[in-house]
């Protein structure tokens, strides 16, 4: 497509998602359940299929010499079909927000006021890399009432087209309007600044993917985004703590998956505890093939570790997401040390503090600035689906509206109603 005819066609598929959208708003609960559960079916009946186009998008990642880590995000196993399915039957299961109202109080003049969620309108989403994205996004649409153009990145192409084949299905199946989720069907990176700008059709811009690509959608962007850029998550192993389950959860957050946002990148150790704890936690990196970014009291520690890959961390490591078998490792005095270390490092995307005493975990909730906080549980739990959302459409670091895993709620607004019986101002 040329310049123009990149305009015209997402001028297109704006203009049919504001149509959808209004479909979508006044659907009845048991509608968008049904699309969901039908939905749900044809994951599970197209198995073979899906991976089979999902070949396709990994030879080509592969011969295009992309990262290992950035591969695996790219791969539509059984378990991660299985996992999109249950993620659509939860949000069926899940009541139906929509036209909820709160909050409603008698004023004094004698009206009623309170807040009823409505959905956003239209949401585009912009990812890279994981194209299970495509049935989280369009789930999460379905179920809030909203429509939504979505827009992968070209290396997931075959398996988002797949996808999409399937949602649309779904919708038909359902008797809900062909245009509630759209796919960018052009890889051509032109579309992406053309949705972003288009304020008229879209109402908020949700980017999944790279800091570079959020930043430059931030940046770009002429309607609003809820964004994260970094994951650089930290497991604070406190004193005083329980170390077997500190060396399980730990090694649970930085190696069960090294590519998502979620995986711990960063680990603090009080000092008190540090000689217990560091050996233990270091053979489980060594015999893993885990790189450690260490500070010199941590070096100290893990030198007689056998196999330990030890490398002196630089400023830089201490807010680095990896997304790789690296982590940095930092000795400090204490909670407090803690506490304003992550601050100060952290993307404030998740933290979790392993320990034994109430009050310092009651206080790592409070002081920690960042959308999810943990006692004695793995960074991986920071997830849409794990928090029984149903699934995510990404997590938000921003204060503003969504923060931290963005499920149904956040493609929600709040608008206020008044209920009168002939009331007038005087």
Same mark, same amino acid.
């Given at each position: 497509?040329?310049?123009?005819?990149?305009?015209?066609?997402t001028?297109?598929?704006?203009?049919?998602?504001?149509? #959808?959208?209004?479909?979508?708003?006044?659907?009845?609960?048991?509608?968008?359940?049904? +699309?969901?559960?039908?939905?749900?079916r044809?994951?599970?009946?197209?198995?073979?299929?899906?991976?089979?186009?999902? +070949?396709?998008?990994?030879?080509?990642?592969?011969? #295009?010499?992309? =990262?290992?880590?950035?591969?695996?995000?790219?791969?539509?196993t =059984?378990?991660?079909?299985?996992?999109?399915?249950?993620?659509? *039957?939860?949000?069926?299961?899940?009541p139906?927000? &929509?036209?909820?109202?709160?909050?409603?109080k008698?004023?004094?003049?004698?009206i009623?006021?309170?807040?009823?969620?409505?959905?956003?309108?239209?949401?585009?989403?912009?990812?890279?890399?994981? =194209?299970?994205?495509?049935?989280? $996004?369009?789930?999460?649409? &379905?179920?809030?009432?909203?429509?939504?153009?979505?827009?992968?990145?070209?290396?997931?192409?075959?398996?988002?087209?797949?996808?999409?084949?399937l949602?649309?299905?779904?919708? #038909?199946?359902?008797?809900? =309007?062909?245009?509630?989720?759209?796919?960018?069907?052009?890889?051509?990176?032109a579309a992406?600044?053309?949705?972003?700008?288009?304020? $008229?059709?879209v109402?908020?811009?949700?980017?999944?993917?790279?800091?570079?690509?959020?930043?430059?959608?931030?940046?770009?962007?002429?309607?609003?985004?809820?964004k994260?850029?970094?994951?650089?998550?930290?497991?604070?192993?406190?004193?005083?703590c329980?170390?077997?389950?500190?060396?399980?959860?730990?090694?649970?957050?930085?190696?069960?998956?090294? /590519?998502?946002?979620?995986?711990?990148?960063?680990?603090?150790?009080?000092?008190?505890?540090?000689?217990?704890?560091?050996?233990?936690?270091?053979?489980?990196?060594?015999?893993?093939?885990v *790189?450690?970014?260490?500070?010199?009291?941590?070096?100290?520690?893990? #030198?007689?570790?056998?196999?330990?890959k030890?490398?002196?961390?630089?400023?830089?490591?201490?807010?680095?997401?990896?997304?790789?078998? &690296?982590? /940095?490792?930092?000795?400090?005095?204490?909670?407090? *040390?803690?506490?304003?270390?992550?601050?100060?490092?952290?993307?404030?995307?998740?933290?979790?503090?392993?320990?034994?005493?109430?009050?310092?975990?009651?206080?790592?909730?409070?002081?920690?600035?960042? +959308?999810?906080?943990?006692?004695?549980?793995?960074?991986?739990?920071?997830?849409?689906?794990?928090?029984?959302?149903?699934?995510?459409?990404?997590?938000?670091?921003?204060?503003?509206?969504?923060?931290?895993?963005?499920?149904?709620?956040?493609?929600?607004?709040?608008?206020?109603?008044?209920?009168?019986?002939?009331?007038?101002?005087?």
């Amino acid at each position: 497509m040329n310049a123009l005819n990149i305009a015209e066609y997402t001028h297109t598929l704006g203009l049919q998602a504001k149509t #959808a959208s209004a479909l979508m708003a006044r659907a009845q609960a048991a509608i968008k359940n049904k +699309a969901l559960l039908a939905l749900a079916r044809l994951l599970r009946e197209n198995v073979q299929a899906l991976q089979a186009d999902n +070949a396709a998008d990994l030879a080509r990642a592969r011969a #295009a010499g992309l =990262p290992e880590p950035m591969v695996d995000r790219l791969k539509l196993t =059984p378990a991660v079909l299985e996992t999109c399915a249950l993620g659509c *039957e939860q949000l069926a299961a899940m009541p139906d927000i &929509i036209g909820e109202i709160i909050g409603m109080k008698q004023q004094p003049s004698g009206i009623r006021v309170g807040q009823m969620r409505v959905p956003i309108g239209v949401f585009g989403m912009i990812y890279e890399s994981r =194209p299970n994205v495509t049935i989280e $996004a369009a789930s999460l649409s &379905i179920k809030s009432g909203n429509a939504c153009i979505l827009r992968g990145g070209s290396e997931a192409i075959d398996s988002n087209r797949a996808l999409a084949r399937l949602v649309a299905l779904a919708l #038909a199946e359902a008797g809900l =309007p062909e245009h509630g989720v759209q796919l960018v069907q052009t890889t051509d990176r032109a579309a992406v600044g053309q949705l972003i700008a288009m304020p $008229a059709y879209v109402d908020v811009i949700i980017p999944r993917g790279g800091k570079g690509l959020i930043e430059r959608i931030s940046a770009e962007a002429k309607v609003p985004v809820i964004k994260h850029l970094d994951g650089n998550c930290h497991s604070y192993v406190d004193d005083p703590c329980d170390l077997d389950l500190a060396v399980t959860v730990v090694d649970n957050a930085k190696t069960q998956k090294y /590519s998502p946002c979620n995986a711990t990148e960063s680990l603090l150790v009080a000092r008190a505890v540090a000689p217990a704890f560091l050996p233990r936690i270091g053979a489980v990196f060594a015999e893993k093939g885990v *790189e450690m970014r260490v500070c010199a009291e941590s070096r100290a520690l893990l #030198a007689t570790v056998s196999g330990a890959k030890l490398v002196d961390a630089t400023e830089a490591d201490w807010s680095e997401e990896y997304l790789a078998p &690296i982590i /940095s490792i930092k000795v400090v005095a204490g909670l407090d *040390e803690a506490i304003a270390w992550i601050n100060r490092y952290s993307s404030h995307h998740t933290e979790a503090i392993l320990t034994t005493d109430h009050r310092h975990a009651q206080r790592f909730l409070r002081e920690v600035d960042s +959308a999810s906080c943990m006692v004695n549980a793995s960074t991986r739990f920071a997830d849409g689906f794990e928090y029984g959302l149903g699934a995510e459409i990404g997590i938000s670091t921003d204060k503003f509206h969504a923060r931290g895993p963005v499920g149904l709620e956040g493609l929600t607004s709040l608008k206020y109603v008044v209920l009168g019986e002939g009331e007038v101002r005087r």
